[in-house]
């Protein structure tokens, strides 16, 4: 499903489109700015809003299972116009960013960041600003969608009985270390959106590391329904209905053959294909400014995360 484009692309003047063969193919979707009016049905998100309020719209009396994937915000930030109009590209707040961020990262963390070097484009091209506000009105977008399909659901009965998880795929950084986009192991990249809905259940925030493949035994378990095989994902049963934790080991995160990270309430380790490490401590340095990794006074905490760590793929 082709995602509707405005005319004159891009709108951010990063490249000359009308030599579209000359522009790298990572930057055909890197744009930003308001779709027009007569497009904003066309986008597929539009669409999944349609099927899904239909659906929830019909008999439902038996038990179902329906699924809703969005688009957006995937680049490009191309959304309607009342989006945008919500954040003044001029007042906006912009990522905390320090200069010398990469100074003691490994190698390949560095590459990683600076392959393609968008923050240096974007920057020196003054589209910081105008590209925080196309993210956020992205985002903001899919807000209104998710609304849309929870009223449907209120609608037509159904939001007292059905349990509702929405969540993401990936992060994405917007200067951060001076990187834009994904495809690195830090927490911008790596942390998701994760909200389990159960009217059963108190709204609470949980603040525990947990894992995407933890949904779907955790679905199960709340459905009642019965898992007889051993599967790598954690049920989070208990931790959506009274806030107990219940993972036994960080959440493990991987870019790349030989390239992992781990995620505890407090720290993240990663290691390299080339045994080069990283190590942070979240609760004084949630920004992932101090790569701990060489100071020997953390040597023990290093000891004792690495065997979590995936010695193969």
Known sequence: MEDPLPDDRPLNSLFD??????????????????????????????????????????????????????????????????FFDLYDPETLSLPLVKDDDL?????????????PPDHELVTSHSEWRPAVQGYLAAITY???????????????????NTIVILWGDNGFHLGEKLHWRKFVLWEEATRVP???????????????PVSLIDIYP??????????????????LHSLVLDGSPVRDQPAIMTWGPGNHSLRTPEW?????????????????????WTN???????????AALRPWLPTTG
């Open 142 to 160: 899919c807000d209104y969608v998710v609304g849309e399909l929870m009223r449907a659901l209120e609608a037509n009965g159904l939001a007292e």
């Open 17 to 82: 489109f009308s030599d579209f063969a000359a522009v790298p193919p990572m930057y055909h979707h890197f744009d930003w700015g308001p779709l027009p009016d007569d497009r904003i049905e066309q986008m597929p998100d539009a669409m999944v809003r349609r099927e899904v309020v239909d659906f929830l719209g019909g008999d439902r009396r038996q038990p179902f299972f329906c699924a809703a994937g969005l688009y957006k915000p995937h680049l490009p930030w191309h959304v309607p116009a009342r």
């Open 292 to 302: 701990l990794a060489a100071n020997s006074s953390f040597d023990d905490v290093r």
């Open 218 to 235: 955790t679905l199960l378990d709340l459905c009642g329904v019965s898992l007889d095989i051993e599967i790598d994902g954690r049920s």
């Open 268 to 288: 993240r380790l990663t290691r390299y294909s080339d045994g080069t490490e990283e190590l942070y401590d979240h609760l004084t340095d949630p920004y992932e």
């Open 194 to 208: 994760l909200i389990i809905v159960d009217p059963r259940s108190p709204a609470r925030r949980i603040n525990e």
């Open 103 to 115: 100074d003691d990262v490994p190698p390949i963390a560095r590459k990683w960041a600076l392959s």
